[in-house]
Nanobody, 115 residues
């Protein structure tokens, strides 16, 4: 089992900067992919960014060029940095991990972009 706890959400002004952090605990050996998803009101959950084995990254088109996903060497933490935040970035952001074929989710952290 893997437990995930996100932090760093809150109220951010348009054009601002955001840094989310997710701490993984439990059986973290064998984690393959770590990612961030988000779900806006009335919309489906969508992938924001993912980082896989070897550090390969993948970003949604909507955040590409203004977002960076990274992990620590032990894959016990995953981070998401976003710049030039837009109103459309408002959502609940979820940390996700795939380990040995099983999927794990954090409880989510609210990000609200508003002036």
């Amino acid at each position: 089992q893997v437990q995930l706890v996100e932090s760093g959400g809150g109220l951010v002004q348009p054009g601002g900067f955001l840094r989310l952090s997710c701490a993984a605990s439990g059986s973290i050996f064998g984690i393959a992919t770590m990612a961030w998803y988000r779900q806006a009101p009335g919309k489906e959950r969508e992938l924001v960014a993912a980082i896989g084995v070897g550090g390969t990254t993948n970003y949604a088109n909507s955040v590409k060029g203004r977002s960076t996903i990274s992990t620590d060497n032990a894959k016990s933490r995953v981070y998401l940095e976003m710049t030039s935040l837009k109103y459309d970035d408002t959502a609940v952001y979820y940390c996700y991990v795939n380990r040995l074929g099983s999927n794990y989710w954090g409880q989510g952290t609210q990000v609200t972009v508003s002036s």
